[in-house]
């Protein structure tokens, strides 16, 4: 356990910023994706998902539109009306830009028939599941999980419960990122070598490479969303 001054984050000791510099430093990062953008409405037209796959497999090869208008004997203007939607390619030039490519030609329709799932769970409802390190008075419930995306990243979404039963949990470390919120409850949370007293409304968001997990349990019963982001092809 450590000390009472080790408590607050590493970061409450950093140097403060000059009062000339407060409104720089205030000033919030730009996002590099706008969270209320939305997708060309018509991706679900047979034409723009077909030409958002050709150009995608072109700069996956590292090869420019007239390298493979060469390849495939199309020329510059149609293959730029293909990759942008604006006609529609027949068979037999969907068969030279699947050799040229190197794909099989059903992959230019992947994304029109591709499903985007959701999973809607009630209040009070979710998948209690065991997890490493789940003991009496830990209760883990999964609030949804996708199996493939097109993101190709896994999210686990948990509701973490610890109730009076519960044991000092275990330090765990796994591939990703997490984001947790406390709900309800306190919690000294370790990351690393820093420890995070948080209370409801307390967000932390980490990478869990690095060892996590509540250092002290201050006021329960507990709760808190706790949602581990990783590639697919890790394990979470």
């Known amino acids: 356990m450590g000390s009472k001054a080790a408590l607050a984050p590493k970061a409450a000791n950093a140097p403060k910023a000059s009062k000339g510099k407060a409104t720089e430093r205030s000033r919030p990062a730009p996002l590099s994706q706008d969270p209320h953008a939305t997708r060309d409405m018509r991706e679900k037209v047979l034409e ?24 495939t004997n199309l020329s510059l203007g149609m293959l730029s009306k293909i990759e942008n939607g604006i006609t529609s390619p027949s068979l037999t030039t969907l068969q030279s830009l699947s050799r040229a490519l190197g794909v099989p030609l059903t992959d230019f329709f992947r994304r029109y028939e591709e499903d985007r799932n959701a999973v809607f769970v009630k209040a009070g409802g979710g998948v209690d599941v065991e997890r490493r390190g789940t003991r009496a008075g830990h209760q883990y419930t999964l609030l949804g999980h996708i199996e493939t995306n097109s993101a190709g990243v896994m999210v686990e979404p948990y509701l973490i419960t610890l ?74």
């Open 163 to 236: 109730t009076a039963d519960s044991d000092v949990f275990p330090t765990f470390q796994h591939d990703g990122m997490e984001f947790l919120y406390m709900l309800e409850g306190e919690v000294v949370y370790r990351h690393g070598n820093n420890l995070y007293p948080m209370k409801p409304g307390d967000s932390l968001f980490f990478d869990a490479d690095a060892p996590h997990g509540p250092e002290e349990l201050t006021q329960l019963p507990m709760r808190y969303l706790s949602i581990i982001c990783y590639p697919q092809n890790s394990a979470g």
């Open 48 to 71: 723009v998902a077909i030409g958002r796959e050709v150009r995608a497999f072109r700069k996956k090869l590292g090869i420019t539109v007239a390298d493979l208008a060469s390849a």
